[in-house]
């Protein structure tokens, strides 16, 4: 089936330098969302991104839609400790399933 | 989120034994999945079920079973348990009418299966 990429594994970050995550797909997506799980914590869904192209922003944080579809990114400008988790990027395969990267790790070094 | 919740959240079982994992949720949505979670894995979709009388198989449900009892709630098995399932299990839900189809996730069950 289809599959997300996602790089890199893990990132290293010193507190107030920034971080991004990157999501390809060889087939277009119909979208995309992104998801972050904090240290010991679930999934929380952050946003979704639909139309070609489109760029969307909360607070620090700006997301991003290749004009083909088929990648996204994730990027946190000057990153804060409560920024530590892992983010998740997830195309919907068909019928509201769900298919997830295999996640980015930040940490931020205080 | 609270609306989703999973018992137990955390359990260490034997090889062989058999587990059930139990979900919950009051957001009244239809729609019910059950992940698993390695580390650097991400998130692997074990089976979903779009309404009571509607189970699928995910990617990876060998060796699990479920079980929709009502709307509210969404049984995982594992039959005989091994220890390559020892993983994290995370239950989600989603709205279909709602435009995102956003997935909202339990808290988790750490298993070990010694």
């Known amino acids: 089936g289809q599959q997300v990429m996602q790089i890199p594994q893990y990132q290293h970050v010193q507190e107030g330098e920034d971080f991004t995550t990157y999501c390809n797909s060889s087939t277009t997506l119909s979208n995309i969302q992104w998801y972050k799980q904090r240290p010991g914590g679930h999934p929380v869904f952050l946003i979704q991104?639909?139309?070609?192209?489109e760029v969307k922003k909360q607070k620090r944080l700006t997301f991003q839609f290749g004009e083909a579809k088929k990648n996204s990114s994730l990027h946190i400008t000057a990153t804060q400790t409560t920024d530590v988790g892992t983010y998740f990027c997830?195309?919907?395969?068909?019928?509201?399933?769900?298919?997830f990267g295999k996640g980015t790790k930040l940490s931020v070094i205080p | 989120d609270a609306d989703v919740t999973q018992t137990p959240r955390n359990r260490i079982t034997k090889t062989g034994k058999r587990i059930m994992l139990e979900c919950s949720q009051t957001?009244?949505?239809?729609?019910m999945y059950w992940y698993r979670q390695d580390p650097g894995l991400g998130l692997q979709l074990i089976y979903y079920?779009?309404?009571?009388?509607?189970?699928n198989k995910g990617e990876i449900s060998d060796g699990y079973s479920v079980s929709r009892q009502a709307q509210a709630k969404f049984s995982l098995s594992l039959e005989s348990a091994i220890p390559n399932q020892t993983a994290l299990y995370f239950c989600a839900t989603s709205d279909p009418t709602s435009q995102h189809h956003t997935q909202y996730f339990g808290p988790g069950t750490r298993l070990t299966v010694l």
């Open positions: 997830a195309e919907e395969a068909g019928s509201y399933q769900l298919t």
């Open positions: 991104l639909v139309k070609s192209g």
């Open positions: 079920s779009f309404d009571v009388k509607d189970i």
């Open positions: 957001k009244g949505h239809d729609r």
